[in-house]
């Protein structure tokens, strides 16, 4: 019975790893084995009670079918159905002639003699039909035949004492090489079956682009291909297939779990995005495909997947969001920016005419409104930045001589905590606003200090990459985790309790108006490197040309279209001061009437933006009549001069809102002079 106890423990131990259907059948059989003989043992002979005698005859039975289905089904043959009406009589003959008062070993006899048949035939089934030629087919085989002669000749054997030992014996012997054998002959067919694979697949396995993978029940891989095994961070096979799926691969240990039971019934699973973990616990993103292999009776074999590297491709789909996202806010923050700078120029050219009839006392109070203005307008300019919307005065420079003349503000302001390290390349030319260049340099510099509280490493590179210039701010600070990463360029987002939290969105809105785009790199405890990217231009800077000299002040006739009624007025109080004769009009509409009844004007100062007729559309109907008039557009929406621009760029000029009175009466005299300079 010990022996019996043995094997069942190593047959359930091989089918819990691996899976086999016919370890668990013959698992089960080893446990009917040892009960049966405990009972036999234990129960009386002369008559055996009827529910006993019943119980050992479907043990002996139910043994000896499970071992006959496991061997058919590890050689992939279906077992015919009339083996099992022969169980069923083997079962009901021996309760029939119970009552006769037979002895229990003789009632025993039909189903030993079943026994008998079905050893013989496993062993011959396996000596012809196994493909095997190793010890463990002709051990099992072999022993099978010996088993069913052995049964056979049990009940003639168990009336002599002495013959029964010695059969008791040899049938032990027998049994255990028997059992042993069928160990052996699985192995020998595992390997075989793992050979034939590997010289079936190894081609695809080596140089596959892919990830492939096959795995077991138990959630092991069998197999994965070089590429597959560079996917998951690891240097060889061995350590993979050390890997449990669940624990060690899968986001998380019950994920393996769940899409086991959502693909049960589906033999081939096709595109399933998963998320898998690397060697060093990143994220690993992948699409999946694959199938179930299973033998000729239907039982599976192992799974077989093909793995593609999908992270790429996600977290540029995440950056997209990112970037839709930020559009969004920016198209609302631009909005915003814009009717606040109406406010604001309003508020600025009103105090401007109130200085000069003022006391001083009244005169300090201005100032400080003005004061206020100015910096509403600075968080505003921000905002535009953000949303790509504020005006540029693009020029070609050179990046590394942009940082290289910024340090004579930078090293004051950050202080001596600082090690500052210059890493400057050559040729780095790009076409970009200067100005905002510098504070953006400005506003990466000042976080990184911020960053680093008790002073460190602050690295200032640039580099020529292709069609890119690159300009890396790289601090030794804290990192930035990873939840607040996908927030930083947000406006009003601030992790410091202190500030506007407009610094980053306005490097955002800087970069991208140029062209260009940014990238952050960040690990808690290692710090972070944000790198900006701008086109490359080829041109080199040309020389800063000295402003003219202004032109001497004349009175003009001018048209001024405005709907924003406070503004209106502010226009009206600046320009009558400088004494040119006004005809105001609040549309579009308004205004081309108003033209068809006065003299020809000097020049039409007109917002952009107006509801029903834009800017641009009357400044067409205008120089229908008039097509040499200069017009002067305003508007806090600065991407909208391009179109204004493209009616004549020597006879428009732009003026972005808010502006201050002297930057109105400059931007007029300007206007004139090029318009004068076309005749």
């Known amino acids: ?136 087919r002709l051990l099992s085989g072999g022993g099978l035949v010996a088993l069913g002669v052995h049964t056979f000749t049990y009940p003639i054997a168990a009336s002599d004492p002495v013959l029964l030992l010695i059969g008791t014996v040899i049938g032990g012997v027998v049994w255990v090489a028997t059992l042993s054998g069928l160990v052996l002959l699985h192995f020998d067919r595992v390997l075989e079956r793992g050979d034939a694979s590997d010289a079936a697949y190894r081609e695809l396995f080596l140089h596959a682009s892919v990830g492939i993978a096959r795995s077991s029940r138990a959630g092991r891989f069998l197999d994965a291909n070089p590429a597959l095994i560079r996917m998951l961070g690891y240097d060889s096979l061995e350590e993979v297939q050390a890997l449990d799926l669940a624990r060690d691969v899968y986001s998380s240990e019950n994920e393996r779990d769940k899409i086991r039971a959502e693909t049960a019934h589906q033999p081939i699973v096709e595109d399933i995005d998963l998320i898998w973990r690397r060697r060093d616990g990143s994220p690993l993103y992948i699409n999946l495909s694959g199938r179930k292999v299973r033998d000729e009776s239907g039982a599976l074999l192992f799974y077989e997947a093909f793995i593609r590297d999908v992270t790429d491709a996600r977290l540029l789909a995440e950056r997209l969001k990112q970037a839709e996202k930020l559009e969004a806010v920016g198209r609302l923050a631009g909005g915003v920016a814009h009717d606040f700078n109406n406010y604001l120029t309003v508020i600025r050219g009103n105090s401007i005419l109130l200085r000069d009839s003022l006391n001083d006392e009244d005169r300090e109070i201005l100032a400080d409104i003005v004061e206020a203005t100015n910096r509403a307008a600075t968080l505003t300019d921000q905002l535009l930045a953000f949303s790509r919307r504020r005006s540029q005065h693009l020029e070609v420079m050179d990046l590394s001589e942009v940082v290289r003349s910024s340090m004579g503000m930078l090293v004051p302001l950050l202080g001596e905590r600082l090690q500052i390290t210059l890493e400057l390349a050559t040729g780095a030319y790009v076409r970009a606003d200067r100005n905002q260049v510098e504070h953006a340099l400005l506003n990466l510099c000042v976080n990184a200090r911020d960053a680093m509280v008790d002073g460190g490493a602050l690295t200032i590179r640039t580099a020529v990459h292709g069609e890119r210039v690159h300009m890396d701010v790289c601090d030794a600070g804290e990192g930035i985790p990873e939840h607040t990463l996908a927030h930083i360029f947000e406006p009003f987002f601030t992790t410091k309790g202190h500030g506007t939290g407009l610094g980053l969105s306005q490097v955002y809105g800087v970069v991208t108006q140029a062209g260009g785009d940014i990238d952050v790199i960040s690990a808690l405890g290692e710090g972070t490197t944000i790198s900006l990217r701008f086109p490359i231009c080829d041109a080199p800077p040309r020389e800063h040309q000295p402003a003219r000299a202004p032109r001497e002040q004349r009175e003009l006739r001018l048209l001024v279209v405005e709907d924003e009624p406070a503004l209106m007025r502010t226009l009206e109080r600046v320009l009558s001061l400088d004494g040119h004769e006004l005809h105001l009009a609040s549309d579009g509409a308004e205004a081309l009437a108003l033209l068809a009844s006065i003299a020809p004007p000097d020049a039409m100062i007109t917002a952009l933006t107006m509801p029903g007729m834009d800017g641009v559309e009357l400044t067409r109907r205008v120089r229908e009549r008039h097509p040499d008039l200069p017009v002067l557009f305003m508007s806090g929406y600065p991407e909208q001069v391009t179109a204004a621009a493209s009616l004549s760029s020597r006879r428009s000029a732009f003026l972005p809102k808010p502006f201050e009175i002297e930057a109105l009466q400059q931007a007029l005299e300007t206007l004139l002079d090029r318009a004068g300079a076309a005749d």
């Open 1 to 136: 019975m010990g022996c019996e106890l043995i094997f069942c423990i190593i047959f359930a131990y091989l089918y819990k790893r691996e899976g086999h259907r016919h370890l668990a059948l013959w698992s089960a059989a080893l446990l009917c084995e040892a009960i049966g003989r405990l009972l036999y043992v234990v129960a009386p002979r002369n008559p055996p009670p009827p529910l006993l005698l019943g119980l050992s005859t479907a043990l002996i039975l139910t043994m000896a079918m499970m071992m006959l289905a496991g061997i058919h089904q590890m050689l992939g043959k279906p077992l015919h159905r009339g083996w099992w009406l022969a169980a069923a009589a083997a079962f009901v003959i021996p309760l029939a002639l119970q009552p006769l008062g037979i002895d229990f070993t003789m009632a025993l006899a039909l189903p030993l003699l079943l026994c008998a048949v079905t050893f013989t035939y496993s062993g011959v089934s396996i000596l012809r039909g196994s493909p095997d030629r190793g010890m463990g």
